[in-house]
């Protein structure tokens, strides 16, 4: 005798009540389940992934995948008991403000991210009024952005321009006999406040400046531009905070015209290219202010930067020769925005700034640092310690020294606003 | 059989129809867009009346370099009628776009002594001058970082409801409405008299100069008025991002014009609206949800090197064989009727 499903019994009432109550049933059971699962978090990375500037954004990009990876296989950042999973998710502005505009919608209101981090410059001004309307916690790497109307907005790795200090204050104590300078940049927001800087780190170590050039962003022969500096027979040539892609060809140009002198400079990007176009004899005694992470320097006690030199080494076996001065800073910035979150037991912008900031003090990198910028941006959100001095020795790039950043504030800080209000750099003169 | 009448009566309709489409269309647009691409589509929007102003230029057969400083004019002089002189949103917007056809006019007088290749590179250098005292002079321009914190769009109030202008739809159709109201004047101007005589000066300039055309004011009315609306993108983008700088109309920008119009098509005024669209979605949108954001200007390269050599009239050319194969059919109008210059 052939059996007959159960299921034909089922009439079409019973099926909907079966299935509603199934469906109930899910709806109860499916929470719970999430809830065992591990949470995400996400952050947005909001900067230049292509154009000129690529450069002080893809390395960062790349530093804080690196970042993610690491974290989220040791299990995670743990928040208010629970652990999250940390997703980045990147936007290209190509240093464009309507770009960076369209990505910061997008990550805030798409993607639902709890922390922005953006090189900043150009770019912020549009985010500005969006941070602002939604409260979302964004980092930028120049502090310039700052002012009283920024209260979401922090510098929490760099200080730019005003770490530059140290590179000249390194470089009177240990080259005393130069005592002129000539200073080129880029005429943008970056170029500008770096000169101010340099001028008032000059002025400060009594090395008399002989001549400041600014040139255009469209620039692409600098024969001319080195011609016109080294006419004025300089003793240090300072190439201020100037991007890779004139960094490279001032200092083939220098090489070229004879230049013998000392050089300093905010960065040296893929300075092994460099020396590659000129000598390593050239580019001996060549001070910055960005080191590598394979530094011994970097494993002391005063470092708050999980495994420099694994982070480096790792870095270089994904992306060699990528390793520029933005590689580190991202995550660094991440590693301060997870200890904020821990911290405050949230993800919540509104309760991470707070927690970040609590004390005035905050771990960073290079060392304990405090919240500052008050008299300079208006706002106590820059966070401002140490900074290594970096000079390229037989070819390689050594940390010579960490120097206070405050120490010289307190000692020569007149001066630097001196040359901010001069240059039109301070908060309040600012478009 | 029908009768002439009848058949331009059912042209009429048809063209009726479609416009009513696309009018629906673009209304609805932003609906079905995410929030990214809503703000997307705000800067095409804005994009697509810089380069159909830039389109008009080219009618006198001149191609300028300078035309996306000309927006940055507008764009500059409507942040500075609010911020210095507190002039209402909507009356900077105007007045941005009459100082960028003013520059327009003093440009005129020197650069109109040039011709072709000349022209362009006179325009080139005259835009970088512009740039360059924006730089120099912080006061009122801001210097290199520009002017910021710019008044946005004032919100409308219609009774309990209130418009925000910052929200990316609402900015949509704002600058939907002024870009459709230029367009269409635009439209109009090339098939009036005066457009006929651009025409007339791009072709042949020295038999319009024989039966008494001056070509350096029709060349000049050409650059003042495309240098208005080039100027009124400007001051709505302006507004808009609250923010401007010289780098953002830097020649960098200048190229991504010029590659719209050449994708595009410069013969009808839909050609460069197609260039802008089409390569604004593959750009914008497209090669970012594909995950190739780094490679995104390479692409760019290669669309653009492929519609040389594929395309040499442009995306617009298209348009054209798609209606002769409608034509062929029985179905419509003919090529001959593409153009909208044609007379």
């Known amino acids: 005798m052939r059996s007959v499903p159960k299921y034909r019994d089922m009439s079409r009432r019973k099926f909907l009540g079966t299935t509603v109550a199934g469906v109930a049933l899910a709806g109860v059971v499916a929470p719970n389940l999430a809830f065992g699962a591990a949470k995400t978090v996400k952050v947005g990375f909001l900067a230049p992934l292509t154009g000129e500037v690529a450069a002080w954004g893809l390395p960062g990009l790349y530093g804080c995948q690196i970042w993610a990876e690491q974290v989220n296989a040791a299990g995670g950042i743990k928040v208010g008991g629970d652990s999250y999973q940390v997703e980045l998710v990147s936007y290209d502005n190509e240093y464009a403000p309507d770009k960076a505009r369209t990505g910061a919608t997008k990550l805030i209101r798409e993607d639902g991210v709890k922390f922005i981090m953006m090189l900043g410059g150009d770019t912020w001004p549009a985010v500005q009024p969006i941070a602002n309307r939604t409260g979302m916690l964004v980092s930028t790497l120049l502090p310039s952005d700052l002012s009283p109307d920024t209260k979401t907005l922090i510098a929490p790795c760099e200080v730019h321009p005003i770490y530059n200090v140290t590179g000249v204050q390194w470089l009177a104590e240990n080259k005393p006999d130069l005592k002129t300078a000539v200073i080129c940049a880029q005429d943008d927001a970056l170029g500008r406040p770096s000169v101010a800087t340099y001028l008032a780190a000059f002025e400060a170590e009594n090395i008399e400046v002989v001549d400041t050039v600014f040139f255009d962003i469209s620039a692409t022969d600098f024969a001319p531009i080195m011609t016109g500096l080294l006419a004025k027979n300089p003793d240090i040539l300072c190439l201020d905070t100037a991007y890779a892609d004139y960094v490279h060809p001032l200092c083939e140009q220098a090489y070229q015209q004879g230049f013998k002198g000392q050089i300093i400079s905010c960065t040296a990007d893929f300075y092994e290219k460099i020396i590659e176009k000129t000598s390593k004899e050239f580019m001996e005694g060549f001070i910055f202010q960005f080191p590598d992470f394979d530094d011994p320097a970097l494993n002391g006690p005063r470092i708050n930067f999980t495994d420099p030199n694994g982070f480096y080494a790792e870095y270089n076996k994904r992306w060699p020769g990528e390793w520029g001065a933005v590689s580190w800073e991202y995550a660094s910035i991440l590693d301060l925005w997870r200890a904020g979150a821990e911290k405050a037991g949230s993800v919540e912008p509104t309760e991470v700034l707070p927690a970040m900031k609590a004390g005035g003090k905050g771990l960073h990198a290079f060392g304990e640092a405090e919240w500052w910028g008050k008299e300079l941006f208006g706002i106590d959100n820059a966070l401002v310690g140490d900074w290594p001095v970096v000079v390229i020795e037989n070819g390689k790039a050594v940390i010579k020294e960490f120097k206070s950043i405050p120490a010289w504030w307190r000692k020569h800080g007149k001066l630097l606003v001196k040359h901010f209000d001069k240059m039109g750099e301070m908060y309040y003169q600012r478009g | 059989m029908r009768d002439g009448g009848s058949a331009d009566r059912g042209k009429a309709w048809g063209w009726l129809a479609g416009l009513g489409l696309l009018c629906a269309a673009l209304i609805a647009l932003p609906h079905l867009l995410s929030y990214s691409q809503q703000e997307i589509a705000v800067f095409l929007v804005i994009n697509v009346l810089l380069v159909v102003s830039y389109r008009l230029l080219t009618l006198t057969g001149e191609w300028s370099l300078g035309h996306v400083v000309i927006m940055g004019v507008g764009g500059y002089a409507s942040a500075l009628f609010t911020k210095a ?67 946005s769009f004032p919100d409308l109030e219609i009774g309990a409801l209130t418009i925000d202008f910052f929200e990316p739809v609402n900015y949509y159709y704002l600058c939907l409405l002024v870009v459709s109201i230029s367009v269409f004047i635009l439209y109009r101007l090339e098939r009036s008299r005066i457009g006929l005589t651009f025409h007339a000066v791009h072709w042949q300039d020295s038999l319009a100069e024989s039966v008494g055309v001056s070509t350096w004011r029709y060349r000049t009315l050409a650059f003042v008025i495309a240098s208005f609306f080039a100027g009124l993108s400007g001051a709505l983008l302006a507004h808009y991002i609250g923010t401007v700088n010289p780098n953002r109309f830097d020649v960098g920008e200048m190229v991504f014009v010029l590659i719209w119009a050449i994708v595009g098509g410069t013969a009808t005024i839909y050609g460069p609206i197609l260039g802008v669209v089409v390569l604004t979605i593959i750009n914008e949108v497209v090669l970012r949800q594909l995950g190739f954001d780094q490679m995104r200007p390479l692409f760019y390269g290669a669309i653009l090197i492929a519609s040389i050599l594929f395309l040499p009239q442009g995306l617009e050319s298209l348009v054209g064989k798609a209606r002769e194969a409608w034509a062929g059919r029985g179905g419509g109008a003919g090529p001959e009727d593409q153009r909208f210059g044609a007379q």
Do not use: Q
């Open chain 2, 85 to 151: 002189l507190g002039v209402p949103v909507p009356l900077a917007m105007l007045l941005g776009a009459a100082s960028a056809a003013a520059t327009a006019f003093v440009l005129a007088f020197p650069l109109f002594r040039m011709k072709g290749f000349y022209f362009l590179i006179g325009s080139f250098a005259a835009g970088e001058v512009i740039r360059l005292l924006w730089k120099r002079f912080r006061v009122p321009f801001g210097g290199p970082k520009g002017l910021k914190l710019i008044p």
